[in-house]
Protein backbone atom coordinates (compact mmCIF):
# COMPACT_ATOMS: atom_id res chain seq x y z
CA UNK A 1 0.00 0.00 0.00
CA UNK A 2 1.36 3.63 -0.87
CA UNK A 3 2.32 5.66 1.82
CA UNK A 4 0.68 9.31 2.76
CA UNK A 5 4.19 10.45 2.43
CA UNK A 6 4.41 8.54 -1.43
CA UNK A 7 1.22 10.09 -1.82
CA UNK A 8 2.33 13.64 -1.47
CA UNK A 9 5.26 13.40 -3.16
CA UNK A 10 6.05 10.44 -5.21
CA UNK A 11 9.98 8.91 -5.19
CA UNK A 12 10.86 8.97 -8.77
CA UNK A 13 11.64 5.72 -10.50
CA UNK A 14 15.28 3.85 -10.09
CA UNK A 15 16.74 2.85 -13.24
CA UNK A 16 17.95 -0.45 -13.24
CA UNK A 17 21.27 -0.70 -14.04
CA UNK A 18 20.95 -4.27 -15.51
CA UNK A 19 21.41 -2.58 -19.26
CA UNK A 20 25.25 -0.82 -18.18
CA UNK A 21 26.34 -4.34 -17.42
CA UNK A 22 25.25 -6.15 -20.37
CA UNK A 23 27.16 -3.33 -22.17
CA UNK A 24 30.27 -4.52 -19.97
CA UNK A 25 30.30 -1.48 -17.38
CA UNK A 26 31.06 -2.33 -14.33
CA UNK A 27 28.47 -1.91 -11.11
CA UNK A 28 30.49 1.30 -9.50
CA UNK A 29 30.26 3.02 -13.01
CA UNK A 30 26.77 1.91 -13.94
CA UNK A 31 25.55 3.15 -10.50
CA UNK A 32 27.17 6.36 -10.88
CA UNK A 33 25.86 6.96 -14.45
CA UNK A 34 22.08 5.88 -13.29
CA UNK A 35 22.47 8.58 -10.75
CA UNK A 36 23.85 11.27 -13.52
CA UNK A 37 21.32 10.16 -15.93
CA UNK A 38 19.25 12.74 -14.13
CA UNK A 39 20.96 15.32 -16.04
CA UNK A 40 23.66 13.44 -18.52
CA UNK A 41 20.29 12.33 -20.60
CA UNK A 42 18.36 15.34 -20.80
CA UNK A 43 21.44 16.84 -21.87
CA UNK A 44 22.42 14.54 -24.60
CA UNK A 45 18.74 14.98 -25.91
CA UNK A 46 19.28 18.61 -25.93
CA UNK A 47 22.83 18.80 -27.59
CA UNK A 48 21.51 17.02 -30.50
CA UNK A 49 18.42 19.14 -30.67
CA UNK A 50 20.72 22.14 -30.66
CA UNK A 51 22.68 21.04 -33.44
CA UNK A 52 20.00 20.26 -35.42
CA UNK A 53 18.82 23.56 -35.32
CA UNK A 54 21.94 25.47 -35.64
CA UNK A 55 22.86 23.57 -38.70
CA UNK A 56 22.92 26.17 -41.63
CA UNK A 57 21.12 28.40 -39.47
CA UNK A 58 21.02 31.05 -41.93
CA UNK A 59 19.43 29.12 -44.70
CA UNK A 60 17.85 29.59 -46.89
CA UNK A 61 19.05 33.09 -47.00
CA UNK A 62 15.98 35.09 -47.32
CA UNK A 63 12.94 36.76 -45.22
CA UNK A 64 10.69 34.17 -44.96
CA UNK A 65 7.23 34.85 -44.15
CA UNK A 66 6.40 36.79 -41.39
CA UNK A 67 10.37 37.19 -40.88
CA UNK A 68 9.49 40.66 -43.35
CA UNK A 69 8.02 42.26 -39.80
CA UNK A 70 9.61 40.89 -36.99
CA UNK A 71 13.19 40.71 -38.38
CA UNK A 72 13.09 44.39 -39.22
CA UNK A 73 10.32 45.42 -35.91
CA UNK A 74 13.24 43.63 -33.72
CA UNK A 75 15.92 45.82 -35.12
CA UNK A 76 14.31 48.89 -35.17
CA UNK A 77 13.81 47.75 -31.21
CA UNK A 78 16.78 47.35 -29.69
CA UNK A 79 18.49 49.96 -31.94
CA UNK A 80 15.86 53.13 -30.88
CA UNK A 81 13.25 51.46 -28.45
CA UNK A 82 10.48 51.46 -30.61
CA UNK A 83 9.46 50.31 -34.02
CA UNK A 84 9.83 51.72 -37.04
CA UNK A 85 7.98 52.51 -40.63
CA UNK A 86 9.94 50.17 -42.82
CA UNK A 87 9.87 51.31 -46.53
CA UNK A 88 8.56 48.48 -48.68
CA UNK A 89 10.38 46.14 -50.85
CA UNK A 90 13.14 46.53 -47.87
CA UNK A 91 14.06 42.91 -47.74
CA UNK A 92 16.36 42.43 -50.76
CA UNK A 93 18.49 45.45 -49.90
CA UNK A 94 18.94 44.11 -45.95
CA UNK A 95 19.78 40.79 -47.57
CA UNK A 96 22.57 42.35 -49.60
CA UNK A 97 23.83 44.93 -47.23
CA UNK A 98 21.80 45.71 -44.20
CA UNK A 99 24.50 48.39 -43.14
CA UNK A 100 23.33 50.58 -46.01
CA UNK A 101 19.55 50.22 -44.74
CA UNK A 102 18.97 53.26 -42.16
CA UNK A 103 16.77 52.11 -39.43
CA UNK A 104 13.82 54.29 -40.09
CA UNK A 105 12.90 56.95 -37.31
CA UNK A 106 9.07 56.81 -38.25
CA UNK A 107 7.29 54.76 -35.74
CA UNK A 108 5.59 51.64 -36.97
CA UNK A 109 2.12 50.27 -36.26
CA UNK A 110 2.69 46.94 -34.59
CA UNK A 111 -0.18 44.52 -33.00
CA UNK A 112 1.94 42.16 -31.16
CA UNK A 113 3.86 43.16 -27.87
CA UNK A 114 7.48 43.82 -27.73
CA UNK A 115 9.27 40.65 -26.14
CA UNK A 116 9.77 38.63 -28.26
CA UNK A 117 11.09 41.37 -30.60
CA UNK A 118 13.61 42.08 -27.96
CA UNK A 119 14.86 38.46 -27.79
CA UNK A 120 14.92 38.67 -31.50
CA UNK A 121 16.57 41.80 -31.67
CA UNK A 122 19.35 40.17 -29.12
CA UNK A 123 20.79 37.50 -31.51
CA UNK A 124 20.61 40.85 -34.15
CA UNK A 125 22.79 42.55 -31.83
CA UNK A 126 25.01 39.64 -31.59
CA UNK A 127 25.56 37.98 -34.63
CA UNK A 128 24.37 41.13 -37.51
CA UNK A 129 21.53 42.02 -39.00
CA UNK A 130 20.94 38.86 -41.28
CA UNK A 131 19.15 35.68 -41.14
CA UNK A 132 21.10 33.62 -38.93
CA UNK A 133 21.17 36.62 -36.23
CA UNK A 134 17.52 37.30 -36.28
CA UNK A 135 16.58 33.36 -35.82
CA UNK A 136 19.80 32.73 -33.37
CA UNK A 137 17.83 33.86 -30.43
CA UNK A 138 14.78 31.43 -31.49
CA UNK A 139 16.94 28.38 -32.27
CA UNK A 140 18.59 28.88 -28.46
CA UNK A 141 15.25 29.04 -27.06
CA UNK A 142 14.04 26.13 -29.19
CA UNK A 143 16.90 23.75 -27.89
CA UNK A 144 16.94 24.84 -24.26
CA UNK A 145 12.53 24.27 -24.18
CA UNK A 146 13.45 20.44 -25.61
CA UNK A 147 16.00 21.01 -21.85
CA UNK A 148 13.23 21.82 -20.07
CA UNK A 149 10.99 19.46 -21.39
CA UNK A 150 13.17 16.43 -20.45
CA UNK A 151 13.51 17.58 -16.98
CA UNK A 152 9.32 18.65 -16.72
CA UNK A 153 8.66 15.15 -17.86
CA UNK A 154 11.22 13.92 -15.31
CA UNK A 155 9.32 15.46 -12.74
CA UNK A 156 5.87 14.97 -13.80
CA UNK A 157 6.39 11.00 -14.60
CA UNK A 158 8.93 10.30 -12.00
CA UNK A 159 10.81 8.85 -14.79
CA UNK A 160 13.85 9.94 -16.51
CA UNK A 161 13.51 7.43 -19.10
CA UNK A 162 10.05 8.58 -20.07
CA UNK A 163 11.27 12.69 -19.71
CA UNK A 164 13.90 12.17 -22.05
CA UNK A 165 11.78 10.56 -24.01
CA UNK A 166 9.28 13.65 -24.37
CA UNK A 167 12.41 15.49 -25.10
CA UNK A 168 13.63 13.69 -27.87
CA UNK A 169 10.01 13.87 -29.16
CA UNK A 170 10.24 17.65 -28.90
CA UNK A 171 13.50 18.03 -30.53
CA UNK A 172 12.37 15.66 -34.03
CA UNK A 173 8.86 17.49 -34.06
CA UNK A 174 8.44 18.75 -37.36
CA UNK A 175 7.01 22.17 -36.45
CA UNK A 176 8.87 22.86 -33.15
CA UNK A 177 11.94 21.97 -35.77
CA UNK A 178 11.03 24.59 -38.06
CA UNK A 179 10.02 27.35 -36.02
CA UNK A 180 12.93 27.32 -34.07
CA UNK A 181 14.55 28.06 -36.88
CA UNK A 182 12.32 31.34 -38.04
CA UNK A 183 12.19 34.37 -36.43
CA UNK A 184 8.62 34.14 -35.66
CA UNK A 185 7.06 35.29 -32.06
CA UNK A 186 5.37 32.08 -31.63
CA UNK A 187 8.51 29.80 -30.50
CA UNK A 188 9.31 32.22 -27.90
CA UNK A 189 5.89 32.02 -26.64
CA UNK A 190 5.60 28.21 -26.46
CA UNK A 191 9.31 28.96 -24.16
CA UNK A 192 7.62 30.94 -21.71
CA UNK A 193 4.79 28.77 -21.50
CA UNK A 194 6.81 25.45 -20.88
CA UNK A 195 8.69 27.70 -18.26
CA UNK A 196 5.58 28.33 -16.37
CA UNK A 197 4.27 24.98 -16.57
CA UNK A 198 7.43 23.82 -15.20
CA UNK A 199 7.66 26.89 -11.99
CA UNK A 200 4.25 25.51 -11.28
CA UNK A 201 5.60 22.26 -11.47
CA UNK A 202 8.20 22.52 -8.78
CA UNK A 203 5.44 24.68 -6.79
CA UNK A 204 3.02 21.88 -6.55
CA UNK A 205 6.08 19.21 -5.11
CA UNK A 206 6.87 22.63 -2.71
CA UNK A 207 3.85 22.46 -1.43
CA UNK A 208 3.45 18.78 -1.04
CA UNK A 209 6.64 18.46 0.88
CA UNK A 210 5.65 21.33 3.50
CA UNK A 211 2.72 19.43 4.03
CA UNK A 212 4.06 16.18 4.37
CA UNK A 213 6.73 17.71 6.87
CA UNK A 214 3.90 19.14 8.87
CA UNK A 215 1.97 16.08 9.50
CA UNK A 216 2.18 14.31 12.43
CA UNK A 217 3.97 10.61 12.89
CA UNK A 218 2.68 7.77 15.17
CA UNK A 219 4.75 5.96 17.45
CA UNK A 220 5.51 3.14 14.00
CA UNK A 221 7.23 6.33 12.09
CA UNK A 222 4.00 6.64 9.90
CA UNK A 223 3.21 9.56 8.32
CA UNK A 224 -0.87 10.42 9.35
CA UNK A 225 -3.17 12.79 7.92
CA UNK A 226 -4.42 15.92 10.36
CA UNK A 227 -7.69 17.62 9.42
CA UNK A 228 -6.46 21.14 11.49
CA UNK A 229 -3.10 21.08 9.87
CA UNK A 230 -4.28 20.25 6.37
CA UNK A 231 -7.32 23.10 6.67
CA UNK A 232 -5.52 25.47 8.36
CA UNK A 233 -1.62 25.33 7.29
CA UNK A 234 -0.22 28.29 5.79
CA UNK A 235 2.47 27.87 3.00
CA UNK A 236 3.83 31.34 2.83
CA UNK A 237 6.33 32.70 0.51
CA UNK A 238 6.19 30.63 -2.88
CA UNK A 239 9.50 31.64 -4.90
CA UNK A 240 8.61 29.26 -8.06
CA UNK A 241 4.83 30.70 -8.46
CA UNK A 242 6.01 33.86 -8.06
CA UNK A 243 8.41 32.77 -10.82
CA UNK A 244 5.42 31.22 -13.21
CA UNK A 245 4.10 34.64 -12.77
CA UNK A 246 6.57 36.31 -14.54
CA UNK A 247 7.29 33.76 -16.71
CA UNK A 248 3.34 34.05 -17.83
CA UNK A 249 3.57 38.00 -18.19
CA UNK A 250 6.25 37.34 -20.24
CA UNK A 251 4.47 35.27 -22.46
CA UNK A 252 1.40 37.18 -22.53
CA UNK A 253 4.30 39.88 -23.49
CA UNK A 254 5.00 38.11 -26.51
CA UNK A 255 1.85 37.42 -27.89
CA UNK A 256 -1.75 38.18 -26.20
CA UNK A 257 -3.48 34.00 -26.12
CA UNK A 258 -1.07 33.84 -23.59
CA UNK A 259 -3.76 36.06 -21.45
CA UNK A 260 -5.58 32.78 -21.81
CA UNK A 261 -2.86 30.39 -21.01
CA UNK A 262 -2.13 32.55 -17.26
CA UNK A 263 -6.22 31.66 -16.70
CA UNK A 264 -5.67 28.27 -17.39
CA UNK A 265 -3.23 27.99 -15.29
CA UNK A 266 -4.55 29.70 -12.40
CA UNK A 267 -6.60 27.65 -12.22
CA UNK A 268 -4.87 24.63 -12.79
CA UNK A 269 -2.53 25.56 -9.79
CA UNK A 270 -5.91 26.18 -6.97
CA UNK A 271 -6.79 22.92 -8.32
CA UNK A 272 -3.59 21.35 -7.40
CA UNK A 273 -3.71 23.01 -4.11
CA UNK A 274 -7.23 21.44 -3.41
CA UNK A 275 -5.69 18.23 -4.14
CA UNK A 276 -2.65 18.92 -1.63
CA UNK A 277 -5.09 20.05 1.50
CA UNK A 278 -7.28 16.90 0.48
CA UNK A 279 -4.48 14.25 0.66
CA UNK A 280 -3.18 15.98 3.95
CA UNK A 281 -6.30 15.16 5.21
CA UNK A 282 -8.68 18.57 4.81
CA UNK A 283 -12.05 17.80 5.06
CA UNK A 284 -12.84 20.71 3.84
CA UNK A 285 -10.05 21.45 0.87
CA UNK A 286 -12.54 24.04 -1.76
CA UNK A 287 -12.85 25.68 1.89
CA UNK A 288 -9.69 25.84 2.66
CA UNK A 289 -8.56 27.00 -0.58
CA UNK A 290 -10.22 29.73 -0.27
CA UNK A 291 -9.13 30.79 2.81
CA UNK A 292 -5.54 30.39 2.83
CA UNK A 293 -4.27 29.90 -0.78
CA UNK A 294 -6.59 31.67 -3.25
CA UNK A 295 -5.12 35.19 -3.04
CA UNK A 296 -2.09 34.64 -2.61
CA UNK A 297 -1.83 32.75 -5.88
CA UNK A 298 -3.79 35.60 -7.87
CA UNK A 299 -1.62 38.11 -5.91
CA UNK A 300 1.60 35.93 -6.93
CA UNK A 301 0.54 35.40 -10.47
CA UNK A 302 -1.50 38.22 -11.63
CA UNK A 303 -0.46 41.07 -10.86
CA UNK A 304 3.55 39.81 -11.22
CA UNK A 305 2.54 38.95 -15.08
CA UNK A 306 0.46 42.69 -15.92
CA UNK A 307 3.41 44.37 -14.08
CA UNK A 308 6.10 42.60 -16.82
CA UNK A 309 3.43 43.10 -19.31
CA UNK A 310 3.61 46.65 -18.76
CA UNK A 311 7.69 47.11 -18.26
CA UNK A 312 7.91 44.94 -21.78
CA UNK A 313 6.78 48.66 -22.91
CA UNK A 314 9.70 50.66 -21.38
CA UNK A 315 11.51 51.27 -24.75
CA UNK A 316 8.14 52.56 -26.00
CA UNK A 317 7.28 54.20 -22.80
CA UNK A 318 10.97 56.06 -22.17
CA UNK A 319 10.60 57.79 -26.16
CA UNK A 320 7.95 59.87 -27.57
CA UNK A 321 8.23 59.06 -31.12
CA UNK A 322 6.55 55.59 -30.55
CA UNK A 323 3.37 54.53 -32.40
CA UNK A 324 0.49 56.54 -30.27
CA UNK A 325 2.76 57.63 -27.93
CA UNK A 326 1.34 61.17 -27.64
CA UNK A 327 -2.29 60.28 -27.94
CA UNK A 328 -3.26 61.16 -24.48
CA UNK A 329 -0.97 64.80 -25.05
CA UNK A 330 -3.09 65.43 -28.11
CA UNK A 331 -6.73 63.64 -29.37
CA UNK A 332 -6.85 62.10 -25.71
CA UNK A 333 -6.71 65.23 -24.10
CA UNK A 334 -9.59 65.40 -21.21
CA UNK A 335 -11.79 62.80 -19.97
CA UNK A 336 -12.67 60.92 -16.56
CA UNK A 337 -9.12 59.38 -16.40
CA UNK A 338 -7.12 62.55 -17.02
CA UNK A 339 -5.66 61.95 -13.67
CA UNK A 340 -3.90 58.95 -14.96
CA UNK A 341 -0.07 59.44 -16.51
CA UNK A 342 0.16 60.44 -20.23
CA UNK A 343 2.38 57.09 -21.03
CA UNK A 344 -0.28 54.94 -19.41
CA UNK A 345 -3.38 56.44 -21.17
CA UNK A 346 -1.52 56.20 -24.27
CA UNK A 347 -0.82 52.68 -23.81
CA UNK A 348 -4.31 51.65 -22.88
CA UNK A 349 -5.27 53.44 -26.53
CA UNK A 350 -2.99 51.45 -28.29
CA UNK A 351 -3.92 48.22 -26.86
CA UNK A 352 -7.65 49.20 -27.68
CA UNK A 353 -6.70 49.66 -31.72
CA UNK A 354 -4.70 46.54 -31.64
CA UNK A 355 -7.16 44.23 -30.17
CA UNK A 356 -9.66 45.45 -32.62
CA UNK A 357 -7.15 44.92 -35.44
CA UNK A 358 -7.11 41.26 -33.79
CA UNK A 359 -10.54 40.48 -33.69
CA UNK A 360 -11.60 41.39 -37.36
CA UNK A 361 -8.59 40.44 -39.12
CA UNK A 362 -10.29 38.40 -41.47
CA UNK A 363 -8.65 38.82 -44.82
CA UNK A 364 -8.40 35.69 -46.90
CA UNK A 365 -4.87 33.87 -46.71
CA UNK A 366 -3.57 30.86 -49.25
CA UNK A 367 -2.79 28.94 -45.89
CA UNK A 368 -5.28 30.00 -43.16
CA UNK A 369 -6.53 26.93 -41.38
CA UNK A 370 -9.24 26.13 -39.03
CA UNK A 371 -8.17 25.14 -35.76
CA UNK A 372 -10.70 21.90 -35.77
CA UNK A 373 -7.87 20.91 -38.35
CA UNK A 374 -4.81 21.59 -36.82
CA UNK A 375 -4.35 18.45 -34.82
CA UNK A 376 -4.49 16.25 -37.98
CA UNK A 377 -2.33 18.27 -40.20
CA UNK A 378 -4.72 19.36 -42.12
CA UNK A 379 -2.81 22.84 -43.70
CA UNK A 380 0.24 23.52 -43.02
CA UNK A 381 2.07 26.92 -43.72
CA UNK A 382 4.75 27.24 -46.78
CA UNK A 383 7.49 29.53 -45.22
CA UNK A 384 9.52 29.70 -48.44
CA UNK A 385 9.25 27.85 -51.64
CA UNK A 386 11.10 28.31 -54.99
CA UNK A 387 11.69 26.08 -57.84
CA UNK A 388 15.71 26.54 -59.02
CA UNK A 389 16.69 24.92 -62.63
CA UNK A 390 18.77 22.06 -63.09
CA UNK A 391 22.37 23.64 -62.97
CA UNK A 392 21.59 26.08 -60.49
CA UNK A 393 21.71 26.23 -56.50
CA UNK A 394 22.24 22.41 -56.30
CA UNK A 395 19.77 21.15 -58.47
CA UNK A 396 20.72 18.15 -60.38
CA UNK A 397 17.90 17.90 -62.41
CA UNK A 398 18.34 18.75 -65.86
CA UNK A 399 18.86 22.27 -67.55
CA UNK A 400 15.37 22.18 -68.29
CA UNK A 401 13.64 20.81 -65.71
CA UNK A 402 13.49 22.19 -62.62
CA UNK A 403 13.92 20.73 -58.37
CA UNK A 404 12.18 22.06 -55.49
CA UNK A 405 12.94 24.13 -52.70
CA UNK A 406 10.59 24.46 -49.46
CA UNK A 407 10.40 24.97 -45.74
CA UNK A 408 6.89 24.03 -45.04
CA UNK A 409 5.91 24.71 -41.00
CA UNK A 410 4.19 21.19 -40.18
CA UNK A 411 4.26 19.06 -37.61
CA UNK A 412 6.07 15.32 -37.95
CA UNK A 413 2.66 13.25 -39.08
CA UNK A 414 3.01 9.71 -37.40
CA UNK A 415 4.21 12.19 -34.59
CA UNK A 416 0.82 14.12 -34.34
CA UNK A 417 -1.35 11.32 -35.67
CA UNK A 418 -0.12 9.21 -32.32
CA UNK A 419 -0.93 12.45 -30.15
CA UNK A 420 -4.14 12.51 -31.21
CA UNK A 421 -4.92 8.85 -29.57
CA UNK A 422 -2.73 9.95 -27.19
CA UNK A 423 -5.08 12.65 -26.05
CA UNK A 424 -8.03 10.66 -26.18
CA UNK A 425 -5.69 8.20 -23.57
CA UNK A 426 -4.99 10.94 -21.35
CA UNK A 427 -8.17 12.21 -21.55
CA UNK A 428 -9.73 8.85 -20.43
CA UNK A 429 -6.87 8.43 -17.61
CA UNK A 430 -8.34 12.14 -16.12
CA UNK A 431 -11.95 11.21 -16.00
CA UNK A 432 -11.67 7.71 -15.05
CA UNK A 433 -8.83 7.38 -13.00
CA UNK A 434 -8.63 10.84 -12.11
CA UNK A 435 -4.78 11.09 -12.87
CA UNK A 436 -3.58 14.64 -11.92
CA UNK A 437 -1.04 14.66 -14.57
CA UNK A 438 -2.96 13.39 -17.31
CA UNK A 439 -5.64 16.25 -16.09
CA UNK A 440 -2.25 19.17 -16.26
CA UNK A 441 -1.22 17.57 -19.68
CA UNK A 442 -4.60 18.22 -21.34
CA UNK A 443 -4.71 22.37 -19.46
CA UNK A 444 -1.74 22.56 -21.37
CA UNK A 445 -3.09 21.36 -24.59
CA UNK A 446 -6.51 22.90 -23.58
CA UNK A 447 -4.82 26.49 -22.73
CA UNK A 448 -3.22 26.63 -26.16
CA UNK A 449 -5.23 25.56 -28.35
CA UNK A 450 -9.34 26.02 -27.13
CA UNK A 451 -9.20 29.51 -27.32
CA UNK A 452 -8.90 29.65 -31.04
CA UNK A 453 -12.34 27.84 -31.51
CA UNK A 454 -13.65 31.40 -30.55
CA UNK A 455 -11.90 33.33 -33.33
CA UNK A 456 -12.99 30.62 -36.39
CA UNK A 457 -13.54 33.77 -38.82
CA UNK A 458 -10.40 35.40 -37.39
CA UNK A 459 -7.11 34.86 -40.20
CA UNK A 460 -5.12 32.40 -38.45
CA UNK A 461 -2.53 29.80 -38.73
CA UNK A 462 -1.41 25.96 -38.04
CA UNK A 463 2.07 27.48 -36.80
CA UNK A 464 -0.31 29.09 -33.69
CA UNK A 465 -0.25 25.52 -32.61
CA UNK A 466 3.48 25.37 -31.71
CA UNK A 467 2.88 26.64 -28.23
CA UNK A 468 1.31 22.93 -26.94
CA UNK A 469 3.60 20.80 -29.11
CA UNK A 470 5.06 20.15 -25.93
CA UNK A 471 1.96 18.86 -24.17
CA UNK A 472 1.27 16.74 -27.23
CA UNK A 473 5.17 14.92 -26.60
CA UNK A 474 3.96 14.95 -22.58
CA UNK A 475 0.79 12.92 -23.66
CA UNK A 476 2.85 10.25 -26.55
CA UNK A 477 4.93 9.85 -23.67
CA UNK A 478 2.44 9.08 -21.20
CA UNK A 479 0.89 6.76 -23.38
CA UNK A 480 4.46 4.90 -24.43
CA UNK A 481 4.81 4.78 -20.51
CA UNK A 482 1.66 3.05 -20.41
CA UNK A 483 2.37 0.75 -23.28
CA UNK A 484 5.28 -0.52 -21.52
CA UNK A 485 3.51 -1.23 -18.84
CA UNK A 486 3.09 -1.20 -15.10
CA UNK A 487 5.23 -1.82 -12.35
CA UNK A 488 5.58 -5.47 -11.69
CA UNK A 489 4.80 -6.56 -14.80
CA UNK A 490 6.28 -9.62 -15.92
CA UNK A 491 8.85 -9.98 -18.56
CA UNK A 492 6.54 -11.15 -21.29
CA UNK A 493 4.08 -8.23 -20.85
CA UNK A 494 7.20 -5.78 -21.07
CA UNK A 495 8.85 -7.19 -23.87
CA UNK A 496 5.44 -6.81 -25.63
CA UNK A 497 5.20 -2.78 -24.64
CA UNK A 498 8.98 -1.98 -25.72
CA UNK A 499 8.96 -3.61 -29.13
CA UNK A 500 5.46 -1.89 -29.66
CA UNK A 501 6.50 1.52 -28.34
CA UNK A 502 10.08 0.97 -30.17
CA UNK A 503 8.45 0.46 -33.36
CA UNK A 504 6.45 3.87 -32.94
CA UNK A 505 9.61 6.04 -31.96
CA UNK A 506 11.09 4.54 -34.53
CA UNK A 507 8.80 5.40 -37.07
CA UNK A 508 8.63 9.05 -35.45
CA UNK A 509 11.92 9.33 -35.84
CA UNK A 510 12.41 7.83 -39.64
CA UNK A 511 9.35 9.87 -40.46
CA UNK A 512 11.54 13.36 -39.19
CA UNK A 513 14.21 12.05 -41.65
CA UNK A 514 12.04 12.02 -44.46
CA UNK A 515 10.76 15.38 -43.98
CA UNK A 516 14.06 16.74 -43.24
CA UNK A 517 14.63 18.52 -46.35
CA UNK A 518 11.03 20.12 -46.35
CA UNK A 519 11.68 21.61 -43.09
CA UNK A 520 15.55 23.14 -43.88
CA UNK A 521 14.66 23.96 -47.56
CA UNK A 522 16.89 22.25 -49.12
CA UNK A 523 17.06 21.78 -53.15
CA UNK A 524 15.56 18.25 -53.87
CA UNK A 525 13.68 16.91 -57.31
CA UNK A 526 10.27 17.97 -57.79
CA UNK A 527 9.46 14.19 -57.77
CA UNK A 528 10.74 13.87 -54.23
CA UNK A 529 9.28 16.91 -53.19
CA UNK A 530 5.57 15.97 -54.50
CA UNK A 531 5.97 12.53 -52.50
CA UNK A 532 6.36 14.10 -49.36
CA UNK A 533 3.44 16.22 -50.14
CA UNK A 534 0.80 13.39 -48.83
CA UNK A 535 -2.25 15.47 -49.24
CA UNK A 536 -3.48 17.88 -51.54
CA UNK A 537 -4.07 20.51 -49.00
CA UNK A 538 -0.21 20.22 -47.94
CA UNK A 539 1.12 22.04 -51.50
Known amino acids: MIGLRERLVPPYTEPSTRLWIVLGVRPLLADRLIRWSAWTGPLLVALVAGLMRFWHLGSPKAVIFDETYYAKDSWALVKQGYEGSWPKDVDKLILADPSTVPVPTDPGYVVHPPVGKWIIGLGELMFGFDPFGWRFMV ?93 GLRLGWRPWRIAAGLMLGLAFATKWNGLYILAAFGLLTVFWDVGARRTAGAVRPYSAVLKRDLLPAFVSTVPVAIVTYIASWTGWIVTDKGYFRDWAAGEGRGGMWSWLPDWLRSLWHYETEVYSFHVNLTSGHTYQSNPWSWIVLGRPVSYFYEDPRGGTEGCTAAPADKCAQ ?134
Open 139 to 231: AVLGTLSVLMLCRIGRRLFRSTFLGCLAGGLLAVDGLHFVMSRTALLDLVLMFFVLAAFGCLLLDRDWARRRFADALPVDAEGVLRPDAAIAG
Open 406 to 539: EVLAIGTPLLWWAACFALLYVLWRWFFRRDWRAGAIACGVAAGWVPWFFYQERTIFLFYAVVFVPFLCLAVSMMIGAMLGPAGSDERRRTIGAVGAGVLVLLIVWNFIYFWPVFTGQTIPVDGWQDRMWFDTWV
